[in-house]
């Protein structure tokens, strides 16, 4: 769907409906959400406060673990699009929204798109928290980091989880303080020798300073 364009109530509503086919049909659907959802327009109508807590609820229903592949990848990536149109929404559900992506990861550790999707949304969550005094929310999203990293094994996943770690810990020093107890700085450690490419290694160092 164009950025610009301006879909009206009715094709969004059909949108929904077909959000509703058979769990093993569903996933050009998904994918059509997941453009939507880049549509101001659209995003806004789907995410709203009203409607955009059940759309939530749907699409976590449909990529959780034992659901095909292509839906978990395309749920979190839809999930990720929802961000700019209603952040706040997305960290009242964070509980749910993380527990179903981490689980969803853990089970699919060969699967690098499935990695990098979940490295974001954990991103986009660590930057929606960074200036907030949501203790528990940044507690619940370090914890999400640190299960992610221990399965991760893609360069560009790992340089996102860096990224949204090194954005919690930021001025925080209690995530500072939850970080050391954890010893997160022998699994930063791991990443700092990694050359190729460069900006891995480069965020692991700096923050394994930071937590030193």
């Not at 022998?186 to 930071?210: F, R, W, Y």
């Amino acid at each position: 769907m164009d950025s610009k364009a301006k879909p009206t109530a009715m094709q969004l509503d059909l949108l929904w409906s077909l959000l509703h086919w058979p769990r093993d049909l569903v996933f050009p659907v998904l994918d059509v959400l997941r453009l939507s959802l880049c549509n101001p327009v659209a995003a806004q109508y789907l995410s709203n406060d009203k409607d955009g807590a059940q759309l939530i609820t749907h699409l976590l229903s449909l990529g959780s673990c034992g659901n095909p592949m292509a839906n978990q990848l395309l749920v979190c990536r839809s999930l990720c699009n929802m961000f700019d149109a209603n952040v706040d929404l997305l960290l009242t559900l964070r509980g749910e929204v993380m527990t179903c992506v981490v689980r969803c990861a853990e089970k699919l550790v060969n699967n690098r798109n499935m990695l990098i999707a979940v490295a974001t949304l954990l991103l986009n969550y660590s930057v929606a928290l960074n200036s907030s005094t949501d203790t528990e929310g940044k507690s619940q999203c370090l914890s999400a980091i640190v299960t992610v990293f221990g399965v991760a094994a893609d360069h560009e996943a790992i340089f996102r989880l860096l990224v949204a770690l090194g954005t919690l810990l930021w001025a925080d020093a209690n995530c500072m303080a939850l970080a050391k107890s954890l010893d997160l700085r022998q699994l930063v450690l791991v990443h700092t020798s990694v050359g190729d490419p460069a900006k891995v290694g480069e965020c692991a160092k700096l923050i394994a300073n930071a937590l030193h």
